[in-house]
């Protein structure tokens, strides 16, 4: 499968099987039309020595496997599950913010309590992490909530314990927290930026955008206080990872302003997502303003572009692809892992498949208290992968997105193999922009 696009000005065609993106003249682009008819009639305004000589060209890339190569892999590759080498460790089922838009139900995921992970709970999830990782050695453990800064002393002994199980065991944790900033005290920052081998920060861009959808408990903005915490963070972190991460609504549909606002603020690192909600909710975007979404995409790239060209550059998330040391194949197709080799560990050590699938009924799969683990539901989700979709297999970008989110195809359309559409084709349209924003580097 050959993938020919515009964008940013080039003429690029992407190779699935093989990976390889090629920048193309017009006549090349042209040669690639995939409707022979069209094709033709593309080709019949050249030259036929010229349209001969790029027929040749093309061919040589065939042979070299840098142009349709295959790219229909055998789904017996991943009959089995994986190891299990990341997990969402829940330290809060509370929060100190009542973001509208939250798919944790204001950080409590419906938990009347708003109970908070005690230590040797998190403690025996490392634990477990560790037995059912197998050989490998390098392990990852993301602190999230709610606010996991509300339960910061009980943050720092599972680090505290996760190093001397490193000690132990030969293993390696990379820690990662989620915070709202609003928690960041000195002593906090301190620790984050000491363990922490990556850090997001959730500020959504401009004050009144951030204010509007993430006021606190009272009904106060937060984008001042949260403001202040994420920069003093940052501003001792050197050069270890962070984002700093929005989301776009439907009342935000010029989001570009907000990445740029996030640059502006001081943030080098910056990742704005679409939020993914119900249609009847005021904020949830829906498909009549797809349309606007990918306008805004490139309007946001050329912004970045030109960023760039002026010494003023900032990294975005979803505009950064690796064409030469990308992830391995299992990755390009399982993806995230979730259920599989990725879990999230709720405060009374209770397993679901990822942090969104936390308190949807009939998606418990184990105990980290006890050692539980459902091996069935693990296979379920290691055959969600992009062989067995349907609507992944036929998309040419299925190696780059592994499927999406399957916590929200199952929300949007009641099934895990069944894609969230307005997802993809914004993944796609995202992808299509670093494509060229790589093709650039050249």
Known sequence: MVHTFEALGLKLALDVGSGALHQLDGIAYDALNPDPAERARLL???????????????????????????????????????????????????????????????????????????????????????????????LEADFFGGEPLLNLPAVMEIVAYGRKRERETGKRFSFTITTNALGLTDSAIRFINDEMDNCVLSLDGRREVHDRMRPDAGGRGSYDRALDGALRLVGGRG???????????????????????????????????????????????????????????????????????????????????????????????????????????????????????VGREGWEIGDATTGAFDADAQRLFANNHVLNKPDCRACWAKYFCSGGCCANALAMNGRLDKPYELGCATQRKRLELALAIAAMDY
């Open 239 to 357: 050069d270890k990872s962070y984002y700093a991460r929005g989301t776009f609504t439907a009342f935000n549909l010029d989001f570009t302003n907000d990445a740029l606002a996030l640059a502006d603020a001081g943030f080098a690192h910056v990742s704005v997502e679409p939020v993914v909600a119900f249609g009847d909710e005021p904020y949830a975007l829906r498909p009549e303003h797809l349309p606007r979404i990918l306008e805004e995409y490139d309007t946001l790239a050329a912004a970045y572009v030109q960023r760039r060209r002026e010494g003023r550059p900032f990294s975005f998330f979803h505009f950064n692809v690796d064409l030469e040391n990308g992830p391995c194949l299992r990755k390009r197709l399982t993806g995230c892992g979730a259920g599989n080799e990725y879990v999230a560990v709720t405060p009374e050590g209770k397993l679901y498949p990822c942090h969104q699938f």
């Open 44 to 138: 019949s305004r050249y030259p036929t020595e010229e349209g001969a000589a790029i027929a040749a060209e093309l061919d040589e890339l065939r042979k070299s496997g840098a142009l349709d190569a295959p790219d229909d892999y055998d789904a017996s590759l991943l009959s089995e599950p994986g190891v299990v080498k990341a997990m969402c460790l829940h330290a809060a089922h509370d929060c100190n913010l009542s973001c509208r838009y939250c798919f944790a139900r204001e950080g409590t995921y419906s938990d009347p309590s708003r109970s908070r992970m005690p230590v040797e709970v998190g403690k025996a999830a490392l634990d477990w992490l560790i037995a059912k990782s197998g050989s490998r050695r390098a």
